[in-house]
């Protein structure tokens, strides 16, 4: 079984701070890993994916992302947020077998609010 | 191209009455997926499809029944609603092959159910 803690529920910041959101996981196999961003009254929208190869992603928006398979963490981090950037993140994880059929398993949630 | 499409938006029941969440792809997905959004518990699945004709039990089943009625349709029905139902419904899908997904999961603008 896997699982995935995102160890704070809510973020502030202030507009051009750096953010730091923690996401912990546990799995006795291989992963993939994403972040997921959620406007308000809006669905899921994907933000960067960790599937193999660099652990580092970034995000076109400037977001980056760093698999650290020792720590197993997929900490999502911004050097300079926006306002626009306040929405609540969620981090996943599934496994690359051939049993998953791409089943996400999510962290609780992190609200990020940028405050001007 | 209008992805992954829900309906309705909103809705609000009494308990025990009974309600079918429609969901629709048009990006060729063979698998699909509902989860429910509670807050401070982050998205949980409830049933998935890997493909058409083929339906499993995610982490939180009870309560809930599906029809994957062709390709691009997955619908979740619940039976007798309850207070506990109350939630945002999210409807998902991907391409998976061999058991393993072949892309990202797209989200659709979800379900807003309350139940009295």
């Known amino acids: 079984a896997q699982s995935v803690t995102q160890l704070d529920s809510q973020v502030p910041v202030f507009e051009e701070a750096p953010v730091e959101l923690r996401c912990n996981y546990s799995?006795?196999?291989?992963?993939?890993l994403f972040w997921y961003v959620q406007y308000p009254n809006q669905g899921l929208q994907l933000l960067l994916k960790?599937?193999?190869?660099?652990?580092l992603v970034e995000s076109i928006n400037g977001f980056e992302a760093e698999f650290n398979k020792s720590q197993t963490s997929f900490h999502l981090r911004k050097p300079s947020v926006h306002i626009s950037d306040t929405a609540e993140y969620f981090c996943a994880v599934t496994s690359p077998g051939g049993t998953s059929y791409g089943k996400l398993t999510f962290g609780q949630g992190t609200i990020l609010t940028v405050h001007p | 191209n209008a992805g992954v499409t829900q309906t309705p938006k909103f809705q609000v029941l009494k308990t025990g009455q009974s309600m079918t969440l429609q969901c629709a792809q048009d990006?060729?997905?063979?698998?699909m997926y509902w989860y429910r959004q509670d807050p401070g518990m982050g998205l949980r699945l409830i049933y998935y499809s890997a493909s058409e004709g083929t339906t499993d039990k995610g982490e939180v089943p009870n309560g809930y029944n599906v029809s994957r009625l062709n390709k691009r349709e997955f619908s979740l029905r619940l039976e007798s609603a309850a207070p506990s139902q109350t939630s945002v419904y999210f409807c998902a899908s991907c391409f998976v092959a061999g058991g393993l997904a072949k892309n990202i999961q797209y989200f659709g603008a979800g379900t807003r159910l309350s139940v009295l």
């Open positions: 990006m060729n997905h063979n698998s």
């Open positions: 799995s006795s196999v291989s992963v993939y």
């Open positions: 960790y599937l193999s190869g660099s652990t």
